[in-house]
């Protein structure tokens, strides 16, 4: 049992943080021959019969449009056809070359779940608690943060707009869960310090097929005749924070064009990275998402927001200035425009309906009360939160950080 760590080993968790979040955001062609010996492994390891097949599609949008269809071989032709409906015009002929009908039972369970759940009782019954958890802490949380976190969950989210919500949910529900290959990083990286740090190779090795998927290849989807992974993602742009963000382009993009559009860590869409001056104030004011509609107005800029409602200064106060604007449908609202000078960042928050002086302004920002809070935020289509709006002279716009 090992009980503490050796000044050595702990020395190595940057070593381990680093080859595996290069790997997780890794940006090369898949390793195709190492992708495949890896799911032949991984299947022989859960003692079924390896994958007639092995089907590589071109991004996790492909594989989740092949999931839909999935649920088709199961006899639910009704998702198949809301499927093509929604996608068809999105969807290229090399993706729709790649679904296959003669699909059998998913094989997740025994590929995935159960392999790792056997490896984590091997872990636990040689390693204590406290180095167990130094090493999550260390090496997965760091990973996790860099990987999944900020690339992984977006891309999965995306999918799953791009598929319908209520289709993916049904098709998760009933043919199993992805692999996440490249994405899956953070945990594959908690086992492979103790595999090679602290020498367990008997106690990990069962995990080799997982880990060689991981190191060479994106998301996989295991059945009992056919096997999908995909691609890696072929760009990855991320801000100095770690966010997923670029101004020119999508931040993830994989070999068929699709991909991730974000703004500082925000999902967004294309014309609000590409053409923001194009956005009206009723796609600001119906947007539901808060953070979205932050960025739609980061991106518009305040002069043209101040343009497009209409905006009427009330008051001035140093750099605070009392702004009412027109949000339409006969509603005209107070909110409240600030610089923090420290950033260069203008922020722009409502306050309450009766507010007619910037002092008023910043005593309802300094108590706000339950009332005061819901009146606000039932009505204002900023709702909670403030609104960045940086000066013209200083737009952010970050070098996009490339990872290969």
């Known amino acids: 049992m090992i009980e503490q760590l050796t000044d050595t080993q702990m020395a190595r968790f940057p070593e381990f943080v680093k080859k595996w979040t290069d790997i997780g955001l890794c940006t090369l062609p898949a390793d195709r021959l190492k992708a495949e010996h890896g799911i032949r492994l991984a299947y022989k390891t859960a003692k079924l019969k390896t994958p007639i097949k092995i089907v590589w599609t071109t991004s996790p949008f ?7 269809l999935v649920m088709d071989a199961n006899g639910k032709a009704s998702v198949r056809d809301s499927v093509w409906a929604s996608v068809r015009a999105s969807v290229g002929a090399s993706v729709r070359a790649s679904v296959w009908a003669s699909v059998r039972a998913s094989v997740w369970d025994s590929v995935w779940a159960s392999v790792r759940a056997s490896v984590w009782d091997s872990v636990r019954a040689s390693v204590g608690a406290s180095v167990r958890d130094s090493v999550w802490a260390s090496v997965r949380a760091s990973v996790g943060a860099s990987v999944w976190a900020s690339v992984g969950d977006s ?10 919500a209520s289709v993916w949910d049904s098709v998760r529900a009933s043919v199993g869960d992805s692999g996440y290959g490249q994405h899956d990083a953070s945990w594959i990286a908690f086992y492979d310090f103790f595999r090679r740090a602290c020498l367990l190779e008997k106690e990990t090795n069962r995990l080799q097929g997982l880990t060689e998927i991981t190191e060479s290849a994106g998301w996989y989807l295991p059945h009992e005749h056919i ?3 995909t691609e890696r993602h072929r760009r990855v ?6 966010q997923l963000h670029s101004h020119d382009g999508m931040a993830v993009e994989y070999p068929d064009g699709w991909g991730v559009w974000a703004w500082n860590g925000v999902r ?3 014309q609000i990275i590409l053409t923001p001056n194009t956005l009206t104030p009723e ?9 979205v509609r932050q960025v739609m107005v980061e991106r518009v800029g305040i002069e043209r927001v101040c343009q497009l409602f209409n905006a009427r200064s009330m008051d001035k106060q140093g750099t605070y200035e009392l702004l009412v604007l027109d949000l339409g449908d006969g509603r005209k609202r107070p909110y409240l425009k600030m610089l923090n000078p420290s950033i260069g960042v ?3 928050e409502g306050v ?3 507010t007619k002086t910037v002092q008023q302004a910043l005593n309802f920002r300094n108590g706000l009360t339950e009332a005061q809070i819901d009146e606000v935020n039932g009505t204002d289509w900023y709702q909670q939160g403030d609104v960045i709006l940086r000066p013209p002279a200083k737009t952010y716009k970050p070098q996009p950080i490339i990872l290969t």
Do not use: D, F
């Open 283 to 291: 796609q600001i004011a119906k947007e539901s998402n808060a953070q």
């Open 227 to 229: 096997c999908w992974i």
């Open 352 to 354: 309450a309906p009766n």
């Open 268 to 270: 967004v869409n294309e």
């Open 346 to 348: 203008w922020h722009v």
């Open 62 to 68: 492909a594989q989740g449009l092949t999931r839909a």
């Open 155 to 164: 891309v999965r989210a995306s999918v799953r707009a791009s598929v319908g």
């Open 237 to 242: 742009c991320r801000n100095g924070r770690g």
